[in-house]
């Protein structure tokens, strides 16, 4: 499996034409963090089709690219390519919806985790730290896992 293949499926899942990203979300789709050039350079992010771009083909494959890509915040919004799949950006595509017992099976296979209490736990606690991403996003937050310290302060 390839490193972006987790993007792939997870784009070619995605039942929009327009999805906005912060790049922790992406890390936590492909379990890794990304490399210091797609915090640092913007032509990482291209759609380029020629070369030997494995996040560039993770997107193209599913049938995306790359837009507005905000280093600073540290988002980009991803398009599908060519003919939209949906009537409008906010409609969701029709497509035959897994059986649970699928997903159970999905979920064990992508974590190694066969405990489904376990399963859950992980799955609420993503998405949690998923809206918590999105809603920091939002407000312009750009590290929503940083911890700092509590500072010595001298007494007055």
Known sequence: ????????????????????????????????????????????WANQADGNHSQSKAWRDAGWETREVDLAHRT?????????????????RLRATPSTEALWDRAAQMTDETDRERLL????????????????????????????PQRDRPAA
Request: no cysteine.
């Open 1 to 44: 499996m390839g490193v972006y293949e987790p993007l792939t499926r997870y784009l070619d899942d995605l039942g929009v034409d327009h999805w906005s990203a912060n790049f922790a979300e992406i890390e936590r789709i492909i379990r890794r963090a990304l490399p210091a050039s797609a915090y640092k350079h913007r032509p990482w």
């Open 76 to 92: 980009v919004n991803f398009v599908r390519a060519g003919r939209p799949k949906t009537s409008s950006p906010s409609s969701v």
């Open 121 to 148: 736990q992980m799955a609420l606690n993503a998405l949690i730290q998923r809206e918590a991403a999105h809603q920091l996003a939002r407000l312009g937050a750009t590290m929503p896992d940083l911890v700092v």
